[in-house]
């Protein structure tokens, strides 16, 4: 008589009994799926739906292209301020954290970049893609906003200043201001999924921020599309 095959709700709980008893190490790669497929007798599909709920429990994560991994606590804290960085706040607590250029270019903005840059329909405006990284990990994808009129010869300012931070200040910009941040959850596409080195299941979230001078003109916005199982927000009260 063959032996009974596992369903997908036996094998996520039979795997998270084994990453509990230590079988599994944090950061360890779980079997492959299909090495998990002969262990539990089961079908592809079973353990892959196994594995996805694992991930979305926090017990594991999956990186596309690469295989489960035991959850290893590695979520990073960034906490919403108008003006402490992300980039200060991984360093503060012992992080490296780089950026990867992934596009820059021009182009006339539609009516929603327009408007929140108060600008007329159609103006150019820079915009520039990147990859955050945190300890080598892929963190977000950032995706800003500028107006050409406000910082001509972009292209040079950017290479040589990649951070927000340092961009600005290579326009004489001494501070800026975060404000108005919305946050939401979504399902990623496939390239967010691929870039993030994520399950293609696995939700992200989304971040619009608008960059204000000391005046409060606006000068920037940008969104960005982090990783669901990475990032942990904090978000203070105003007293």
């Keep these: ?20 008893s230590g079988r ?3 950061g360890e790669r779980l079997p492959s799926e299909p090495e998990l ?33 035991v959850q290893d606590g590695l979520a990073f804290q960034y906490t919403i301020d108008r003006r402490d960085r992300l980039f200060d706040q991984l360093e503060r607590k012992g992080h490296r954290a780089d950026l990867k250029t992934l596009s820059i270019g021009e182009q006339p903005a539609d009516a929603e970049v327009a408007a929140a840059l108060d600008l007329a329909d159609g ?8 990859l955050i990284l945190a300890d080598s990990v892929p963190l977000g994808i950032g995706r800003s906003h500028h107006p050409l009129a406000r910082f001509p010869d972009y292209m040079t300012h950017r290479r040589f200043a990649p951070t927000q931070r340092m961009f600005y200040r290579s326009y004489g910009i001494a501070e800026y201001f975060r404000e108005d941040t919305y946050l939401w959850a979504r399902s990623a ?24 001078d000391a005046s409060g003109a606006t000068i920037g916005i940008s969104t960005t599309i982090w990783a ?6 904090v978000l203070p009260v105003k007293r």
Excluded: C, N
Aim: proline content about 4%; glycine content about 6%.
């Design 1 to 20: 008589m063959q032996p009974k095959s596992l369903s997908w709700s036996e094998i996520r709980d039979a795997l998270a009994q084994q990453i509990a």
């Design 24 to 26: 599994f190490s944090a």
């Design 37 to 69: 497929s002969l262990q539990f007798r089961a079908g592809r599909h079973s353990v892959r739906r196994a594995l996805a709920a694992l991930s979305s429990e926090g017990r594991v994560r999956i990186e596309h292209g690469r295989g489960a991994f």
């Design 123 to 130: 103006a150019a405006v820079h915009v520039s893609e990147i």
């Design 189 to 212: 596409t496939p390239q967010e999924a691929d870039l993030l080195k994520q399950y293609p299941a696995m939700p992200v979230l989304e971040t619009r921020t608008r960059d204000t």
């Design 228 to 233: 669901g199982s990475r990032i942990r927000f």
